[in-house]
């Protein structure tokens, strides 16, 4: 008797594991609800496409979970660093669009706990880091604001809040070519951009967010599809990005439609 | 021999640095007139006839015709035509004041046009043997708000008039009467500026060579007939004026004040400098930027080669090559760390030699950053003698102090460093100071577009727009 009732125990426990295994499938979960931290900066998207706001800032992102980092102080980002740590599968034909819930495993630097004992991190202590295997999502979101806070991202998910790189991407729809136009980008600390997998921009050095502190060169949209991926990489402190286009004069463009998908 | 060699290599280096700051060619002229524009060259006329020409507007030679002699022409271009204004003079100085000031019409002023040919002189204003008043040194001025056409005149012998023009015929107005605007100046002439009428007159001593103190002054008016006044509120029919220019360290007595819009807030002047210690003591032709500062026009300085920092006004940033930051290795001195007796240590700063093994072989992108004084920020301007030049100045290559790599432009409108100067014209640049003082800095191979920030750290090139501080830049000399 207790033995088949173990085994109907068992078997119902079954049943609703799968079922909530092809609910997830069907739905995941949305990340505002399980992470109300994140409400003042992001919403979940609802409609199909979005439009650049009225500065022409781009909010609609797929986030991937940062990755971790480990770095004293932004003064490291000098352009070769930035070039090895942060141009790594982004370029042509190295780069497929992810869904929303998509995974990525990858081997990941983490620091090892810090000595405290002084209230603070030693002076001249290098910390030690050792490697780990993880697997980080990606989120699709909405961001409030005309800038994407990285660091409420990190911390409102609770996977991260210093030494991060976190890698973006969206997708805008051209309905006609536009002509002349430059990416203008501003981040903090320190990032890369490309579109369609064409470097657009690096961003090299300790780095404030600052509207429109650097600019690709002029290049053309041409009607139709394309991708923008970016990375921000970022040491202490607070770490967010705005992104827009702009035209000859300086001013936002805002013909295009911006997807997740 | 060596000390021959000296001497030669000293006066080589002397005029290196006198054609960076000086028109030249034979730029011999007293009293210019306003320049022209014409056909594509640069006109301007002199006392005793005759005048000078330029193709570029910095290499000046003799050859333009003004018939007529007497003294202090000017010009001005009104519909198809040129207009010119010279005097008969009645002695000058300690002769007398009996003067004629007379207009004549070209079509043209180039001497090798089909189309040159002067009318007859008609005389306008003319002033009696003792006057307080002595009608030469003509100056030329329409009101732009009215289209009515005026012409002052006077001396240092008693008051400067006015009188009007028509504009069709260069003719005096019949009925009207010369009003008195000034006094004690020469070669006086008028310009329009938001709202405000400036009468710019020559104080000081005249034709003393290398001990005239001739100078430039201003005073100003809502009303095209005055009163003008100067900044302490003084009228200048009671002597007032705000220094424009005067002595510079090599050239005295600047006078004869033209006014030449080159572009939407680049203007320039001409002048005469009596005497230029560079160059016999000649009286030469000058040109310099006009600075308009809290309303007034200020002489500006003629740029100069050397080394600078190159800071945009967008956001104060550095012009500075895309390379690796280098941290320099001296250690951090907190300050609540530091023993107060510990003796002081004077570090140098970052040297080439310590960072170009570092940066990449060929072309390095520009950029713009943050000014920290280190080798990839330091920019030499070098004056390239044999690229000709334009209004005013001549072509400077910008390079890395110390290195070949040289700023450039590139086809599609955007700006490199080139790893070598090639004097091709992308990398031969035009400096001009704006009339706030800032500078606009245009490549030869592509007027009109100049180095621009196009965000805070990036540059590239874009239409001069002198509303926009992306197009404007500061050299802080270094």
């Given at each position: 008797?207790?033995h088949?009732?173990?085994?109907?125990?068992l078997?119902?426990?079954?049943?609703?594991?799968?079922?909530?295994?092809?609910?997830?499938?069907?739905?995941k979960a949305?990340?505002v609800e399980t992470y109300?931290a994140?409400?003042?900066?992001?919403?979940t998207?609802?409609?199909?496409?979005?439009?650049?706001?009225?500065?022409?800032?781009?909010?609609r992102?797929?986030?991937?979970?940062?990755i971790s980092?480990?770095?004293r102080?932004n003064?490291?980002?000098?352009?070769?660093?930035i070039?090895?740590?942060?141009?790594t599968?982004?370029?042509?034909?190295?780069?497929?669009l992810?869904?929303d819930?998509d995974k990525?495993t990858?081997?990941?630097?983490?620091?090892k706990?810090?000595d405290?004992?002084?209230?603070?991190?030693m002076?001249?202590?290098?910390?030690e880091t050792?490697m780990?295997?993880?697997k980080?999502?990606?989120h699709?979101?909405?961001?409030?604001?005309f800038?994407?806070k990285?660091?409420?991202?990190?911390?409102?998910?609770?996977?991260?809040r210093?030494g991060?790189?976190?890698?973006?991407?969206?997708?805008?729809?051209?309905?006609?070519?536009?002509?002349?136009?430059?990416l203008?980008?501003?981040?903090?600390?320190?990032?890369?951009?490309w579109?369609d997998?064409?470097?657009?921009?690096?961003?090299?050095?300790?780095?404030?967010?600052?509207?429109?502190?650097?600019?690709?060169?002029?290049?053309?949209?041409?009607?139709?599809?394309?991708?923008?991926?970016?990375?921000?990489?970022?040491?202490?402190?607070?770490s967010?990005f705005?992104?827009?286009f702009?035209?000859e004069?300086?001013n936002p463009?805002?013909?295009?439609n911006i997807?997740?998908? | 021999?060596?000390t021959i060699?000296?001497?030669?290599?000293?006066?080589?280096f002397?005029l290196?640095?006198?054609?960076a700051?000086?028109?030249?060619g034979?730029?011999?002229?007293h009293?210019?007139?306003?320049?022209?524009e014409?056909?594509g060259?640069?006109?301007?006329?002199?006392?005793?006839?005759?005048?000078?020409i330029?193709?570029?507007?910095?290499?000046w030679?003799?050859?333009?015709v003004?018939?007529?002699?007497?003294?202090a022409p000017?010009?001005?271009?009104?519909g198809?035509?040129?207009?010119?204004?010279y005097s008969?003079?009645?002695g000058g100085?300690?002769?007398?004041?009996?003067?004629?000031?007379?207009?004549?019409?070209?079509?043209?002023?180039?001497?090798?046009?089909?189309?040159?040919?002067?009318?007859?002189a008609i005389?306008?204003?003319?002033s009696?043997i003792?006057?307080?008043?002595d009608?030469?040194d003509?100056?030329?001025?329409?009101?732009?708000?009215?289209?009515?056409l005026?012409?002052?005149?006077?001396t240092?012998f008693?008051?400067?008039?006015?009188v009007?023009?028509?504009?069709k015929?260069?003719?005096?107005?019949?009925g009207?009467?010369d009003p008195n605007?000034?006094?004690?100046?020469e070669?006086?002439?008028?310009i329009?500026?938001?709202?405000?009428?400036?009468?710019?007159?020559?104080?000081?001593?005249c034709?003393?060579?290398?001990?005239s103190?001739?100078n430039?002054?201003?005073?100003?008016s809502?009303?095209?007939?005055?009163?003008?006044?100067?900044n302490?509120g003084r009228?200048?029919?009671?002597?007032?004026?705000k220094m424009?220019?005067?002595g510079?360290?090599?050239?005295f007595?600047?006078?004869?004040?033209?006014?030449?819009?080159?572009?939407?807030?680049?203007?320039k002047?001409?002048?005469h400098?009596?005497?230029?210690?560079?160059?016999?003591?000649?009286?030469?032709l000058?040109?310099?930027?006009?600075?308009?500062v809290?309303?007034?026009?200020?002489?500006?300085?003629?740029?100069?080669?050397?080394t600078?920092?190159?800071?945009?006004?967008?956001?104060g940033?550095a012009?500075?090559?895309a390379?690796d930051f280098?941290?320099?290795?001296i250690?951090?001195?907190?300050?609540?760390?530091m023993?107060?007796?510990?003796?002081?240590?004077v570090?140098p700063?970052?040297?080439l030699?310590?960072?170009i093994?570092?940066?990449?072989?060929?072309?390095?992108?520009?950029r713009?950053g943050?000014?920290m004084?280190?080798?990839?920020?330091?920019?030499?301007?070098t004056?390239?003698?044999?690229?000709g030049g334009?209004?005013?100045?001549?072509?400077?290559?910008?390079?890395?102090?110390g290195?070949?790599?040289?700023?450039?432009?590139?086809?599609?409108?955007?700006?490199?460093?080139?790893p070598a100067?090639?004097?091709?014209?992308?990398?031969?640049?035009?400096i001009?100071?704006?009339?706030d003082?800032?500078?606009?800095?245009?490549?030869?191979s592509?007027?009109g577009?100049?180095l621009?920030?196009?965000?805070?750290?990036?540059p590239?090139?874009?239409?001069w727009?002198?509303?926009?501080?992306n197009?404007?830049?500061n050299?802080?000399a270094k």
């Amino acid at each position: 008797m207790k033995h088949l009732f173990r085994t109907l125990i068992l078997a119902a426990a079954l049943v609703a594991a799968a079922s909530f295994t092809a609910d997830a499938k069907k739905k995941k979960a949305d990340l505002v609800e399980t992470y109300p931290a994140l409400a003042p900066y992001f919403s979940t998207p609802v409609e199909e496409a979005v439009q650049p706001d009225e500065l022409g800032f781009i909010r609609r992102w797929l986030l991937l979970e940062p990755i971790s980092k480990p770095n004293r102080g932004n003064t490291v980002f000098v352009d070769s660093y930035i070039r090895k740590n942060l141009d790594t599968g982004w370029n042509k034909g190295e780069f497929t669009l992810p869904k929303d819930g998509d995974k990525e495993t990858m081997m990941v630097e983490y620091q090892k706990p810090v000595d405290m004992t002084a209230g603070r991190p030693m002076w001249g202590v290098e910390p030690e880091t050792e490697m780990k295997k993880v697997k980080l999502t990606w989120h699709a979101l909405d961001s409030k604001l005309f800038n994407v806070k990285l660091y409420r991202y990190a911390v409102g998910t609770e996977t991260g809040r210093y030494g991060l790189i976190c890698r973006v991407v969206t997708v805008i729809d051209c309905p006609e070519d536009i002509e002349n136009v430059r990416l203008a980008v501003g981040s903090n600390s320190a990032s890369m951009w490309w579109i369609d997998g064409e470097e657009a921009l690096i961003m090299s050095g300790d780095r404030r967010m600052v509207m429109d502190d650097a600019a690709s060169k002029r290049i053309t949209l041409k009607k139709g599809r394309h991708i923008l991926t970016g990375a921000v990489i970022n040491g202490p402190g607070m770490s967010d990005f705005c992104v827009r286009f702009i035209d000859e004069n300086g001013n936002p463009v805002h013909n295009y439609n911006i997807l997740n998908k | 021999m060596k000390t021959i060699a000296k001497i030669f290599t000293a006066a080589s280096f002397a005029l290196i640095s006198v054609s960076a700051l000086a028109q030249e060619g034979q730029p011999w002229i007293h009293d210019p007139s306003t320049i022209m524009e014409c056909d594509g060259k640069y006109y301007t006329f002199g006392t005793g006839g005759g005048g000078l020409i330029s193709e570029d507007g910095w290499n000046w030679f003799g050859g333009a015709v003004r018939p007529g002699g007497g003294a202090a022409p000017d010009a001005i271009k009104i519909g198809d035509r040129y207009l010119i204004a010279y005097s008969a003079t009645g002695g000058g100085l300690g002769g007398g004041h009996a003067g004629r000031v007379l207009t004549m019409w070209n079509k043209t002023l180039d001497p090798n046009s089909p189309d040159f040919g002067y009318t007859e002189a008609i005389e306008v204003a003319h002033s009696e043997i003792d006057e307080d008043c002595d009608a030469i040194d003509a100056g030329l001025f329409m009101d732009p708000n009215t289209g009515r056409l005026y012409c002052t005149y006077g001396t240092y012998f008693g008051f400067i008039r006015m009188v009007e023009l028509d504009p069709k015929t260069g003719a005096k107005v019949e009925g009207t009467v010369d009003p008195n605007i000034a006094i004690d100046c020469e070669a006086t002439t008028m310009i329009y500026r938001d709202g405000w009428y400036y009468l710019l007159g020559t104080h000081g001593t005249c034709c003393d060579g290398v001990n005239s103190t001739y100078n430039i002054v201003v005073g100003r008016s809502k009303n095209v007939t005055g009163p003008f006044l100067d900044n302490m509120g003084r009228d200048m029919v009671a002597g007032g004026g705000k220094m424009v220019i005067d002595g510079d360290d090599r050239q005295f007595g600047a006078g004869h004040f033209g006014r030449y819009i080159e572009d939407e807030g680049i203007e320039k002047m001409s002048f005469h400098w009596e005497a230029d210690l560079d160059r016999s003591a000649r009286s030469v032709l000058a040109i310099r930027p006009i600075l308009w500062v809290n309303g007034w026009p200020v002489g500006g300085e003629a740029f100069k080669a050397g080394t600078y920092e190159i800071s945009s006004v967008r956001r104060g940033y550095a012009l500075e090559l895309a390379v690796d930051f280098v941290r320099q290795n001296i250690a951090r001195r907190g300050g609540w760390r530091m023993d107060p007796d510990e003796p002081i240590v004077v570090h140098p700063n970052q040297t080439l030699e310590e960072v170009i093994g570092t940066w990449p072989e060929g072309e390095i992108p520009a950029r713009i950053g943050d000014w920290m004084n280190r080798p990839h920020q330091r920019w030499t301007l070098t004056v390239v003698p044999e690229a000709g030049g334009y209004l005013g100045g001549q072509y400077y290559k910008i390079q890395i102090e110390g290195t070949d790599k040289t700023l450039a432009a590139t086809e599609d409108l955007d700006v490199t460093v080139a790893p070598a100067y090639d004097g091709s014209d992308a990398q031969l640049w035009r400096i001009e100071q704006a009339i706030d003082g800032t500078y606009r800095i245009m490549p030869k191979s592509t007027p009109g577009y100049v180095l621009s920030s196009v965000a805070d750290s990036t540059p590239s090139l874009t239409k001069w727009d002198f509303n926009s501080d992306n197009c404007k830049w500061n050299f802080i000399a270094k």
